[in-house]
């Protein structure tokens, strides 16, 4: 029997599809043969640490299996002239059936030093360049295009240095890492980056996805933290093909309840999220690793970043811009124009008009949802 190893990217352009049986369940597998170094006979044993698995309709109920969910280690599939071997728990990348040309088996880390470029100055660029910062075999920069933040922001740090208090509990840790640049400049901050991500309100994405656009490499991961609504559409938008060559994320908000304590010296973290939600595109080259886990290893380790579906539920899943306006719209669609005695309270202010917008809008939400999955059965919202 031959044996190959393979740790690269594995060649879609010949493959087989199988049927593996996962906890009862039957999930098509795209088996490739990687011609460069394994040849598509019989009695070649093929090592690997991953696969990618190819989405059915059928697997709809299983947006992302877990290393804990995957126990098999070794399988023969039928038909097939493979004898599958991996070294660990198998992991699997679920993509929609039509995007199978593009994706690739990724390592779940990356073996070198991930190079992250935050984007804004607010709290939660403070707090994501600190605890970004702070983690192993991470590079963290810093990209603020408002006024001269950039400026101040660094003076600031090289005169009282840079600090992050991170509450949990009645417990702080402190963490003193900073940023290795920060910068204006778009030419300073881009050489070798894999990973950007946006902490600016959705009004200034156009901004730095302009100003970043003539320095991003193929294989980059763009990250909308957070990304709704419609994060994508802008990427797609103003990167035209180049969006096609990127990985774009998106998650549902800010990791942390967090704020400056002195602008360009100190933040601190109120809470920590458990988990933030998330989905993933693809683009074509794919990163060197998992994206998801790459982002991980930025953040820390909490909150857990659970990808899984398409982009377009995290727009959907945009819950102010439905709350928000259904509160607003309750309280002041009968307003005489009078000033109030008292001011008015937000959510504690909800009474019965508009919670039953605010139903109906939810509804409508789920509903618009449904029916794009009845049309579009390989897209999982």
């Known amino acids: 029997m031959q044996h190959a190893k393979c740790r690269d990217a594995l060649d879609w352009s010949s493959h087989k599809t199988v049927k593996l049986e996962l906890k009862g369940k039957t999930a098509c597998i795209l088996v490739c043969l990687w011609q460069s170094k394994v040849p598509a006979q019989a009695n070649v044993e093929l090592e690997v640490e991953f696969l990618v698995c190819v989405v059915t309709s059928e ?59 935050i984007c804004g100055g607010g709290n939660g660029a403070h707090v994501m360049a600190g605890i970004a910062a702070a983690q192993p075999d991470t590079e963290a920069r810093v990209i603020t295009l408002f006024a001269d933040e950039a400026e101040r922001w660094t003076a600031n740090m090289a005169a009282g240095g840079f600090s992050i208090d991170v509450h949990s509990g009645s417990s702080v840790k402190t963490l003193t890492a900073k940023p290795s640049l920060v910068t204006k400049k778009p030419e300073e901050a881009m050489p070798g980056i894999q990973v950007i991500l946006f902490a600016v309100p959705a009004f200034a994405h156009e901004q730095y996805l302009n100003a970043l656009k003539p320095y991003v490499q193929p ?7 957070p990304g709704q609504a419609g994060f994508e559409f802008a990427v797609r938008g103003i990167w035209g093909d180049l969006a096609k060559k990127c ?11 967090c704020r400056i304590k002195e602008f360009g010296k100190s933040a601190e973290v109120l809470g920590t999220k458990g988990t933030l939600l998330g989905a993933v595109q693809l683009g074509s080259p794919p990163p060197p690793a998992d994206p998801t886990g790459m982002v991980q290893s930025v953040l820390g380790e909490f909150p857990k970043l659970i990808t899984s579906g398409h982009l377009l539920g995290i727009t959907l899943m945009a819950t102010n ?14 307003w005489d124009g009078k000033p109030l005695d008292d001011n008015p309270l937000f959510y504690n202010g909800l009474d019965e008009p508009s919670a039953k917008v605010l ?14 999955m009845q049309q579009r059965n390989q897209v999982s919202l």
């Open 359 to 372: 139903s109906s809008a939810s509804d409508e939400v789920v509903a618009t949802a449904k029916a794009i």
């Open 321 to 334: 811009g439905y709350l928000h306006p259904s509160i607003m719209y309750g309280r002041w669609k009968d």
């Open 247 to 257: 990985t774009i994320m998106s998650f549902e908000s800010l990791p942390w309840a």
């Open 59 to 117: 697997m709809q109920k299983f947006p992302w299996l877990s290393p804990n969910d995957c126990s098999l280690l070794t399988f023969s599939p039928p038909d097939c002239p493979l004898r599958i071997v991996a070294k660990q728990a198998l992991r699997f990348m679920l993509q929609p059936l039509r995007c199978f040309h593009s994706a690739r088996a990724l390592p779940t880390h990356s073996s070198t030093m991930v190079k992250a470029l």
């Open 219 to 225: 294989g980059t991961i763009l990250v909308g933290i």
